[in-house]
Structure formats: structure tokens, C-alpha cells
């Protein structure tokens, strides 16, 4: 009865979520791939506002290595610190086919996120602009009990989507067999994040890649981002099929930037889950150095600031 006992003891310890917590995994070969990609994707969108993106797809920056993409538009609503950047493209056979978004960041994010309208305000899902005004909420759905959101990221969301939905809507249905990827970095992660949970709710199938994304909520719209993207719950990896393709959101964090904590937990902000942590310094990264997280807050990740020793 006692081996009985202990044996069943044992069995519950290693279902907890300390002892899930022991194991490392690592990302596979095709995700590691799908992240390089996007990280020299959304490096692109640096272009705009600046030196530019042109048709068919050409700048200064890495568009070269990029022959099977095709510029749709880009777009720049100002140079405020709440406006956005960034461009729409299309990726044709023989790469993989996919509406491509990308957000561009800003140069000075740390100073911009304390700048930026910190103050949270009510989440609430807008109709679409061509239906309504963009004050309206839209009534038909999903409610999001008690989500609060960054006032600057919503206002800099609100200013992109007259912009960017209607372009999508219209290349849904002309390219249907294309996947849809939105890809953001620092403040372009967090508009990529507004306008993903936007497009989930709107059901549209879409994969969300962001690059050092601050918290842009509360952690009730965390929880919410979590069930929307099917993020798993809140303390262990989303569930992945061995390619890693079950991840519709991956917030890919890098130790020592200070961004994914950002605004401050203390003023009610909190990541969602889907974290993907790169815990060497240097880059360029090996897929060794990119790990997944357990939920929102792994200690072994940024919000530990990959502790030494912390992945064995």
C-alpha cells in the first residue's frame, strides 16, 4: 500500500508544473527557419519613411534576398510617436504562399513606451472601417471581461486599420489559399499583437511573429490573447504538433532587452504566453540558443532574464 502511495505521490510531482518546468525544448529546424526569415522580413519595414520600399519589391535593405515577394503598399501614418509603419506583401510559390504585414518598430522604444500614452484604457473590439467608425464597439464580438489596454498601442492600432484591413479583406479573396502572417518589432510588435487578436476575432486564420513586443495590456487581455490564440494555459508550452506549426503566436524575446517588460508590471501590465526565448547574448542565434516557454512569465526566460542555469 505504501509503494502504492508513493508511486502515486511521484506521479503528481511530475505533472506539476515546477516539474514540467525542469525540461528544456527547444525549437525545431522549420520554426527556427520561419523566425531567421521573419526577423530579416520585418527588418525591411525599416525602409519605410525613410529611404522606402518600391514595387516590385526593391530597397536598400535585404529585399534582395527576398525574389519571390511581391509589394503591395506600405503605409506611414506620421511621425508622432503613436503612428505606425510598415508594408503588405505578397510571398508566391515556390516560397511559401502568405499575406505578408509587417510593423515597423521605432528607434527609441524605451523612451517612447514611458512617452507614449502609458495609461490603460478599456479593450474593446472595433467594427470594421468600411461598416462603422472606429469609436464604435463592435457589439457582435467576443467580450473581454475586464481587459484594459495601452492607450498609445490602441491609438496607434486605431490609426492603422482604415489603412491595412480593408487592403487584406480584398487580397483574402483574391489569394484564398494564402496564409496570413503579421510580423512586428519593439512598437510594431505591439500594434502586430492589436491587429492579430483584431483578425482572430474577425475569424480569419492568422499567425502573429513579434520581436521584442512590450506588454500591451492588463492580464486579463493577456489571458484573453491566450485563449484567442489558443496559447495553452498560462503555465506550460501551447500545444505544437512536432513542426512546431500549432504556434499561431510566437513573442520571441532576447535576453538583455529590456522592452518584454515594459510598461512596468507595477502600473497592472502582464505578457501573454507563446513566448519563444533567445538566451545567448550575441547574435546571430543557433537553434540551441532558442528555446520555448512555459506560459506568460517563465522565470528561465525574459522574465528572469534567462537566470544562469536555468534551461539544462
Known amino acids: 500500500m505504501a509503494s502504492i502511495l508513493f508511486s502515486l505521490l511521484l506521479y503528481i510531482c511530475l505533472l506539476s508544473p515546477a516539474a514540467a518546468q525542469s525540461k528544456t525544448k527547444h525549437v525545431s529546424n522549420e520554426l527556427f527557419n520561419s523566425l531567421e526569415e521573419l526577423s530579416r522580413i520585418v527588418d525591411i519595414s525599416y525602409c519605410v519613411g525613410t529611404t522606402g520600399v518600391h514595387q516590385p519589391f526593391q530597397c536598400l535593405s535585404r529585399c534582395i534576398e527576398f525574389p519571390d ?4 503598399t506600405t503605409w506611414n501614418t506620421g511621425l508622432l510617436l503613436s503612428d505606425s509603419c510598415g508594408y503588405i506583401a505578397l510571398s508566391h510559390s515556390p516560397s511559401i504562399k502568405q499575406i505578408i504585414l509587417a510593423f515597423r518598430g521605432t528607434y527609441s522604444i524605451t523612451n517612447t513606451i514611458i512617452d507614449l500614452s502609458a ?4 479593450y474593446i473590439p ?3 472601417p468600411e461598416e462603422n467608425s472606429t469609436t464604435t464597439p463592435n457589439p457582435t464580438s467576443p467580450h473581454c471581461e475586464n481587459c484594459t489596454v495601452h492607450a498609445g498601442f490602441m491609438r496607434s492600432w486605431l490609426e492603422t486599420r482604415p489603412i491595412i484591413l480593408p487592403q487584406i479583406s480584398i487580397l483574402r479573396q483574391k489569394y484564398p489559399d494564402y496564409a496570413i502572417t503579421l ?14 487578436l483584431e483578425m482572430r476575432l474577425k475569424g480569419w486564420d492568422v499567425t502573429v511573429t513579434t520581436f521584442g513586443e512590450p506588454m500591451i495590456g492588463n492580464g486579463a487581455l493577456a489571458a ?12 506550460s508550452i501551447p500545444p505544437l504538433d512536432p513542426l512546431d506549426r500549432g504556434m499561431r503566436f510566437r513573442r520571441v524575446t532576447h535576453v538583455g532587452d529590456p522592452v518584454p517588460m515594459l510598461p512596468l508590471a507595477e502600473w497592472g501590465y502582464r505578457p501573454h504566453a507563446g513566448e519563444v526565448f533567445i538566451m545567448r547574448e550575441g547574435l546571430p542565434p543557433r537553434r540551441e540558443d532558442v528555446v520555448h516557454c512555459f506560459g506568460a512569465e517563465d522565470p528561465r526566460c525574459i522574465a528572469g532574464e534567462g537566470v544562469e542555469g536555468g534551461f539544462g
Open 224 to 235: 484573453f490573447i491566450d485563449e484567442q490564440f489558443r496559447l495553452g494555459d498560462g503555465i
Open 119 to 122: 495609461y490603460p484604457q478599456a
Open 126 to 128: 472595433y467594427p470594421d
Open 69 to 72: 515577394l511581391e509589394l503591395v
Open 183 to 196: 510580423v512586428g518589432h519593439s512598437l510594431g510588435g505591439a500594434v502586430a499583437a492589436l491587429a492579430g
